[in-house]
């Protein structure tokens, strides 16, 4: 599948079994999660958050938009549980230093995930 984005398309291979993005590799049937080949650990809910935002990279979602994609909108969440999640994902990525992935906090705006080359680390 691909995404056009401001002019240019990203690729988002999305199988049955995986969805991968960069070095961010998603396996929707063991529900693991897996960086450069290495296993990240974290709760259901951030997966499913994390699993949203790889399929839609480098777009930056509100607290609200993420909450009514990821738990629906008939479901009252506060947007600080939002910010639990995302402080998870951030300890989670950045583990020993070796995923090259990133949630980035847009000021005012909300979440996006992105990738740093080299030279961002």
Not at 4 to 18: A, D, F, K, Q
Not at 47 to 71: A, C, H, M, Q, T
Not at 94 to 107: E, F, G, L, Q, V
């Amino acid at each position: 599948m691909f995404i056009i984005e401001e002019g240019h398309s990203v690729l988002i291979e999305n199988t049955e079994r995986y969805t991968e993005w960069k070095d961010l590799k998603i396996d929707n049937r063991s529900k693991r999660v897996y960086c450069c080949n290495r296993e990240i650990n974290i709760s259901p809910k951030a997966y499913k958050i994390l699993e949203f935002l790889v399929k839609n990279p480098d777009v930056v979602f509100s607290r609200e938009g993420i909450i009514n994609s990821v738990w629906g909108k008939r479901i009252n969440i506060g947007h600080r549980a939002i910010d639990v999640h995302m402080s998870e994902l951030r300890k989670a990525l950045k583990t020993d230093n070796y995923c090259n992935m990133k949630i980035r906090t847009a000021r005012s705006f909300g979440y996006s995930i992105e990738y740093m080359n080299c030279e961002d680390l």
